[in-house]
């Protein structure tokens, strides 16, 4: 691992670190710390999601014409100032603004990180180099969320106004590392206009079948688990297999410790496999996580059954979660042409975004009350993802599916030796 590559991950730490540090606390501060009611703190929510909308379709374009560094620098700056503001904001209208720009900052994040992680891997170690960022955001997430409930206390507005204040110092620090990040420099088309670029990226990438069947996949695979992990999910376990709010805890601790303790040896099953059977996989993992569920919540069971069952069906999410971080953004990079990582990136950081802000939309209230309905609709979703993920699998060459054959063999086509591997569809 280079120095640049060690210190993207150190930022990618520092960032989850800084995420779970406030996130978990936000509609507490909003709604009861600074008494501006639960619409208020349902907007703020709301307003992160639609920032995030609003910004990626054009963070693609800037980091393909930029470079990723300096849009990440700007959007750390963005969140520094919107983290400081919310701490420090008091009424509804400021509140609203500061999260729009820590949202916006935030979402910009992830996709000029993950083309720095392109710039600085090969297809050889990619799959590794994601899979540590994962692990790291996890423990960043974990670590950061469990140090921030210590510190704050919903009678003191105060402790609210420093967890926000550490979160700002965080990502300021953030930018200190990072500047000194050096990757190599993306190949950039040149002679063509600004706009005319623009508008034929996007063209391109949506003329590239496999990208859009993997968005596809990718929008189903987010909206059937992330979406539903602080929305649908817990609202089922709370109402239909009464689940107490320290159980809620220990599930979500479940899933991140599977996370941390699994990523490597789940690492090591994936990397000599092809990418979309390793999905299809997931996708029946979490077949059976949602039938665990359905077990927990709609079968005649002891609380304690019911509850260990609840914290198994997140163990089990975790683990789909760590055979997907070393595959689907790896691929997303694979099918990218030359010096165009940054456009894909955000374009599935795009479809991530609305598959979190549409899960807990549908999944909440059918959670909350149609328990029997939410576990059957959510694991047809599942199963879905293993077709789709098979479909897929038909679009993409060999060494996108399997990267590993590089390492094995070489793979020729019209008798041109070629470890590199871009769908021109």
């Known amino acids: 691992m280079g120095a640049a590559m060690r210190r993207i991950h150190v930022g990618n730490a520092l960032g989850a670190f800084g995420l779970g540090f406030t996130v978990p606390y936000l509609y507490v501060y909003v709604a009861q710390v600074r008494d501006l009611g639960a619409m208020t703190a349902g907007l703020v929510l709301a307003v992160f999601a639609v920032a995030a909308l609003v910004v990626l379709p054009f963070a693609g374009r800037a980091i393909v014409r930029r470079g990723p560094l300096p849009v990440l620098l700007t959007a750390?700056?963005?969140?520094?100032v919107g983290s400081l503001s919310l701490g420090l904001a008091a009424g509804a209208t400021t509140v609203l603004l500061s999260a729009a720009a820590l949202g916006a900052g935030q979402a910009v994040t992830q996709p000029a990180l993950a083309t720095m992680i392109v710039d600085c891997s090969s297809s050889e170690n990619r799959s590794r180099a994601f899979a540590t960022q994962f692990f790291l955001q996890n423990l960043g997430l974990?670590?950061?969320?469990?140090?921030?409930?210590?510190?704050?206390?919903?009678?003191?507005?105060?402790?609210?106004?420093?967890?926000?204040?550490?979160?700002?110092?965080?990502?300021l620090l953030l930018v200190g590392v990072m500047a000194t990040v050096r990757t190599p420099r993306a190949p950039k088309v040149e002679g063509v206009p600004a706009g005319a670029k623009a508008e034929g990226s996007w063209k391109r990438l949506l003329g590239?079948?496999?990208m859009v069947q993997l968005c596809v996949l990718g929008f189903v695979l987010f909206f059937a688990c992330y979406g539903q992990f602080e929305s649908g999910l817990s609202a089922y376990g709370v109402e239909a297999a009464g689940i107490s709010t320290s159980a809620l805890g220990t599930a979500l601790a479940a899933?991140?410790?599977?996370?941390?303790?699994?990523?490597?040896?789940?690492?090591?099953?994936?990397?000599r496999r092809r990418r979309s059977r390793v999905i299809a996989s997931v996708g029946l993992i979490w077949a059976v996580a949602w039938g665990v569920a359905g077990f927990a919540g709609l079968g005649q069971v002891s609380q304690s059954m019911a509850t260990a069952a609840f914290v198994s069906t997140y163990a089990l999410f975790g683990l789909g979660e760590a055979m997907l971080s070393p595959t689907v953004a790896p691929l997303v990079a694979d099918l990218a042409p030359e010096g165009m990582a940054g456009q894909y990136?955000?374009?599935?950081?795009?479809?991530k975004q609305l598959a979190l802000a549409v899960g807990p939309v549908v999944g909440g209230p059918m959670g909350?009350?149609?328990?029997?309905?939410?576990?059957?609709?959510f694991l047809l979703f599942s199963l879905g993802i293993v077709v789709l993920a098979i479909r897929l699998g038909r679009e993409l060459t060999a060494v996108q599916d399997q990267p590993a054959l590089v390492r094995s063999r070489v793979v020729a086509r019209g008798g041109v030796p070629s470890d590199s591997a871009v769908v021109q569809a």
């Open 76 to 80: 750390l700056v963005t969140a520094a």
């Open 142 to 171: 974990g670590v950061g969320g469990l140090i921030g409930g210590h510190l704050v206390d919903p009678s003191r507005a105060g402790s609210f106004t420093l967890l926000f204040s550490i979160q700002a110092a965080m990502f």
């Open 208 to 210: 590239n079948r496999a």
């Open 255 to 271: 899933n991140t410790a599977v996370i941390v303790v699994a990523q490597f040896a789940v690492l090591r099953f994936v990397e």
């Open 345 to 351: 990136n955000s374009a599935f950081a795009l479809v």
């Open 368 to 377: 909350a009350s149609l328990h029997a309905l939410y576990v059957v609709v």
